[in-house]
């Protein structure tokens, strides 16, 4: 399980500040070594204009279009998908669970070419430092804004082996899912041997019927659900 809207949420945020970063660190690389991008601009024969004016068209829109909308939109497609698989996701911490996925995309922007506008291999090798200073930022960022967005429920049985807890045709007992705070959802015990009595709750877990096998939960906070 995991969220689709904690992950958007967390997403936007974290591929804002990730995007923003690299289109400046971009930016600040071309400035730097502006004349080495000029001296290649005069040998490109789909320059339009000077040297300079294609420069300055480099710096906008080239890299809020090449770097920032780019990075923005492959950062967010990330953030959906670590929010919907966060629970299948090694690693015992949130910044764990979305590091691997955050270096994954990194490789992913490599392959596709996506390290920034740049005249030599010397600036496209700071690009990729930084890059990778940036994806592990991104995944702190994330995981950050995915806690405080998120909630977390243990879902147990009294009659282990007996009875099981079904959310979404999915079998969830004896694990721990993450859900969107405030949200809603279907819970249904399963016996194969022994009654449903009635649902336990503790923390931020409320249950609509607790003598009902099939009712729904509210998740308001981390918490517990138990079949007895």
Not at 2 to 29: C, D, R
Not at 92 to 114: D, E, V
Not at 163 to 187: A, E, L, P, Q
Request: charged share 20%; net charge positive; with cysteine.
């Amino acid at each position: 399980m995991g969220t689709f809207i904690g992950g958007a949420k967390a997403g936007v945020v974290a591929s804002v500040w990730f995007a923003g970063s690299v289109s400046a660190f971009n930016a600040l690389i071309l400035l730097v070594f502006k004349s080495d991008a000029i001296r290649l601009l005069n040998t490109y024969s789909q320059c339009a204009g000077t040297a300079e004016s294609c420069f300055s068209s480099l710096l906008f829109p080239g890299i809020p279009e090449y770097d920032f909308l780019r990075t923005f939109i492959i950062g967010v497609f990330f953030a959906l998908s670590i929010g919907i698989y966060f629970d299948y996701i090694p690693g015992r911490t949130y910044t764990m669970r979305a590091l691997l996925p955050s270096l994954i995309m990194l490789l992913l922007m490599l392959f596709l070419n996506m390290y920034g506008i740049v005249a030599d291999t010397q600036q496209a090798a700071l690009m990729l430092v930084f890059e990778m200073v940036g994806a592990t930022v991104y995944a702190v960022i994330f995981a950050w804004v995915y806690r405080r967005v998120t909630r977390e429920v243990e879902f147990q049985s009294q009659k282990a082996g007996q009875m099981k807890i079904v959310m979404d045709k999915r079998d969830v007992t004896g694990k721990k899912r993450t859900f969107s705070t405030n949200s809603t959802h279907s819970v249904e015990a399963t016996s194969e041997g022994k009654p449903f009595k009635e649902w336990l709750v503790s923390g931020g877990v409320r249950v609509n019927d607790a003598r009902e096998p099939k009712t729904k939960i509210t998740v308001t906070g981390d918490g517990l659900l138990k079949a007895a």
